[in-house]
């Protein structure tokens, strides 16, 4: 069904059912993984505020791709970055333990996609974003480890591999606004005094706030 053919009441029904489900415990992941405890637990506010990030990041899989198995990749892409955004601000980590699935799950979806909906020239997009997206990075990590770790390298190739399937204009629009969201980040900390100019930050949720937003600028698919 395509995202148009959606009622908004449908939407956040099924954003809110899922939400619910995935989010306490997707809170959970995100502690443990962070604190490297399997015990550990998150307190009532992260639970809160994970579940309504999922519930956002379903909402927009749905208003982007519909009722398709593309769907299930932008979803999956989306609730792994909430995991993943939180444990890099808590840990300066992205673990392959979520990248490292998200991305197979993401190419099975979209190659479900192809296999039902004949979208092969998205999936070869895709493939070919994901693989360009992640040479760029490794490169740049090669050339600047200080700046770029090997876990936002792939990060950067799951990012490649979702926005390349919306498609090329997508890819740009996430790699710039990434950027963007991570300079401004860094000067608003600097200028309150939360950051140095030699501080390391965080490079996974600037990452991840582009890539949703492109999202959000490419709109629903056809």
Known sequence: MPPADLPPGAVAALAVAGALVLGPWLARVSVRLARRDDAARPGPRRTVLTTALVAAALAGALLVGGLRPGTVALAWAGAAGVVLGAVDLAAHRLPDRVTLPASAAVAAAL??????????????????????????????????????????????????????????GALLAGVFLGLLTGALASLALIATGRAGWRTALPFGPPLLVGAALALAVAGPLP
Do not use: I
């Open 111 to 168: 190659l479900v996609d192809a296999a039902a909906l004949g979208t092969w020239p998205a999936l070869l997009r895709a493939a070919l974003a994901g693989a360009a997206a992640f040479a760029v990075a490794a490169l740049a990590a090669v050339l600047s480890p200080r700046g770029l770790g090997f876990g936002d390298v792939k990060l950067v190739g799951l990012l490649g591999l979702v926005l390349g399937w919306v498609g090329w």
